[in-house]
């Protein structure tokens, strides 16, 4: 049986990766702070690190005793709203932390066993936000997902000939928690329908992605349209357009 370390899996993308796997007959390994009752049916085969990845050295000693993973989602984030400086140094700290230093140090960490063993798969999840031009508010979000983006697919060149794929997830807009607990939700429901995805739709494609060898995924045509407009346009104009539609996903406060 093959073990898959995904964090962050209390849910939209983790949970919903977490139970596609399980249908395939993988072990799961979870990180969170609160367990979920969607998980219940993943009870046979899930072990849940009760902890966040504030300290990546924490979950690798909690997996030393465990084996091998096969697989790692680097999925656990979120979003700081407002304005660089309506936040204290140490909310920023701790949010690259998370969005950072942790998608790197976890992946340094099973990295080596997988390319040991000829396979591997690393899937992290990036944002088109870090592919359109950037706009007031949320300052960290959009760079720490061009980060991402930027070192999966450096590495993907580097471990694809050992047998380990690396992707970076792109999605846009999806249905999840993650605007009410950035406390956007009421802002972003004013764009458009045809911009939104379901949680299972992203993580099928991520999956799919991954298991080709892509190393960028973005899901959904409008997301495509959206991210070859802001590269094909000239800057001034796309940049334009975005901030003109930013308040509806930006606290710029």
Partial sequence: MKTILITGCSSGY?????LHFHRQGWSVIATMRTPREELLPLSDSLRI????VTDPRSIGAALEASG???ALVNNAGYGVPG??????????ADFLQVMVTAVAELTHHFLPAMEARG???????????????ASAGHTLYGASKAFVIAFSESL???????GVHVTALCPGMTYSEFHDVNGMRSRVSRLPKAMWLDADT?????????ER?????????MNRLVVGMAKYLPDPLARALIERRAKDFRNAD
């Fill in 14 to 18: 983790g949970l919903e990766t977490a």
């Fill in 49 to 52: 690190i009760p902890r966040d």
């Fill in 83 to 92: 304005r660089f400086l309506s936040s204290p140094w140490t909310t920023h």
């Fill in 202 to 210: 992203v993580a099928r494609l991520g999956l799919d992605a991954l």
């Fill in 156 to 162: 993907a060149l580097e471990s694809k000939p050992r």
């Fill in 213 to 221: 060898g892509d190393l960028r995924c973005v899901t959904g045509g």
């Fill in 119 to 133: 396979y591997g798969r690393v899937l992290s999840i990036a944002s088109t936000a870090a592919l359109v031009p």
């Fill in 68 to 70: 091998p993973v096969d």
